[in-house]
C-alpha cells in the first residue's frame, strides 16, 4: 500500500519560510512532485524532481524561492520555501510519479498526499 505522509504546514508572515516533508513508502518510484490548490482555484504543479538522478524543475513563480530536494535513505521529498507570499496560501500536496520523466501535469502522477495548509499573512 503506497503511503505519503506530509507534514510541515503551518501559518507564517510573509517574507518568512517553511520546510515541507512528505515521507513515501509502499513502492518505488521515479519522482515526486510538490503541487498546490488555493481556494477557488485549480490545482497547480510547483515542482519536482527525479528520484535517481536529482534532477529537478520548478514553474516560474517559484524559481529563486522554493527548493525541492529529497533524501533516497528516507524516501523523503522536501520542499523549502523562503520569501514566502500572500499569494502562496494554499493546501500543498506531495504527489508520486511512476513515469520515466518528469512530469508537471495532474495526470501524470499515480499517488497523491492529503494535503497539508500553508498560509501565509501579509
Known sequence: QVQLVESG???VQAGGSLRLSCAAS???FYAMGWFRQAPGKER???????WSY???YYVDSVKGRFTISRD????TVYL???SLKSE???V???AMSLRAAIASKIYDYNYWGQGTQVTVSS
Open 9 to 11: 504546514g503551518g501559518l
Open 26 to 28: 509502499g513502492r518505488t
Open 44 to 50: 497547480e504543479f510547483i515542482a519536482a524532481i527525479s
Open 54 to 56: 536529482g534532477s529537478t
Open 72 to 75: 533516497n535513505a528516507k524516501n
Open 80 to 82: 523549502q520555501m523562503n
Open 88 to 90: 502562496d496560501t494554499a
Open 92 to 94: 500543498y500536496y506531495c
